[in-house]
């Protein structure tokens, strides 16, 4: 990295790192402006230094989403992709499938593997879940067990049957090139948590389909902290988990809604009247420490990548 895209590099880091520490020191009302644009700039020093963005792109204009439902409540604010700008350019950089269709901010928060034990109050947004493909043969001689994960459902007091979340899974994680049948006989597919019913996302694939479920999974899944992550569908794809791709675009939403719906944005703080305060407050301490960290991840594998350091 030399001449030009060095100099914005240094400088963009340098903003980026600024606005997040005065975002972590100022009241909720407008730290979701100093947020984002901290993501932003951090963003444009990772572009300056990724090497599979030509010198003619690097300094790609224009967030590259676009809101809609502002004036309605936060839960159904949504946001659509332009196809052009940062947001574009960072999906493909990041290996994400670019929304094709409006994302509401509810979906967003769910999807955001960060956020999987701060679900929105009332939410039924399919999450973001655990994911893996077991291969355990000794369940059944024709089948082996593929499991996604711990869902937490607001199934009430009804434990949902093995067809249901086998339902659940294709309607919500698929569509996939193999058949997802329910589990039998497996004791430990439900288990009643104090507070809530948790759903063991298990299901069996054939024997002959092996081999494309594990490659189909493996393309769609993601390591972030200590888990492996799957998503569903959203914004009519199924993209494979991105944590800095996800806190952009929810972070899009929220400074969208503070500035340009200042009243609206005060009363979703109010922990009196707004069920999401508390969500949101917990959420808008931990941003700016979490998407430095984030930016700092991502420009240093851009960059051992390239062999620079």
């Excluded at 574009?88 to 769910?110: I, S």
């Excluded at 996302?201 to 594990?214: G, I, K, S």
Aim: glycine share 6%; charged share 20%; proline share 6%.
């Amino acid at each position: 990295m030399k001449g030009e895209r060095r100099r914005v590099f240094c400088s963009a880091l340098e903003q980026s790192e600024q606005l997040l520490n005065a975002a972590s020191q100022t009241p909720a009302d407008v730290r979701p402006m100093l947020v984002f644009y901290g993501i932003a700039q951090g963003v444009r020093a990772l572009f300056a230094c990724a090497p599979s963005i030509a010198d003619r792109d690097f300094r790609t204009k224009g967030h590259g989403l676009r809101e809609r439902n502002l004036r309605g409540s936060l839960r159904s604010m949504s946001v659509e992709a332009t196809g052009t700008g940062m947001f574009a350019a960072l999906c493909h950089l990041c290996d994400f499938t670019e929304f094709q269709a409006p994302v509401t901010f509810e979906q967003l928060w769910a999807v955001n593997p960060h956020l999987f034990q701060r679900r929105l109050a009332g939410s039924d947004q399919p999450p973001a879940v655990t994911a893996g493909c077991i291969l355990d043969h000794s369940i059944n001689s024709e089948m082996a067990v593929m499991t996604l994960g711990f869902l937490g459902s607001d199934v009430g007091d009804r434990l949902p049957t093995q067809g249901d979340v086998a339902d659940y899974v294709r309607s919500n994680y698929g569509p996939y090139p193999f058949e997802v049948l329910p589990l039998e006989d497996r004791s430990k597919f439900l288990f009643k948590h104090s507070r809530e019913t948790w759903v063991d996302l298990a299901v069996t694939v054939p024997r002959e389909q092996h081999t494309a479920a594990v490659a189909h999974l493996e393309a769609r899944q993601a390591r972030i902290g200590y888990n492996t992550w799957i998503l569903p569908q959203i914004g009519g794809v199924l993209p494979k988990p991105n944590a800095l791709v996800l806190w952009w675009a929810l972070f899009f939403s929220l400074s969208i809604r503070a500035r340009y719906e200042p009243e609206g944005w005060t009363k979703d703080l109010d922990v009196d009247s707004s069920p999401l305060a508390v969500q949101l407050q917990d959420v808008l301490e931990d941003a700016p420490s979490r998407c430095h960290a984030l930016l700092l991840e991502a420009i240093h594998e851009v960059c051992s990548s390239a062999g620079e350091h």
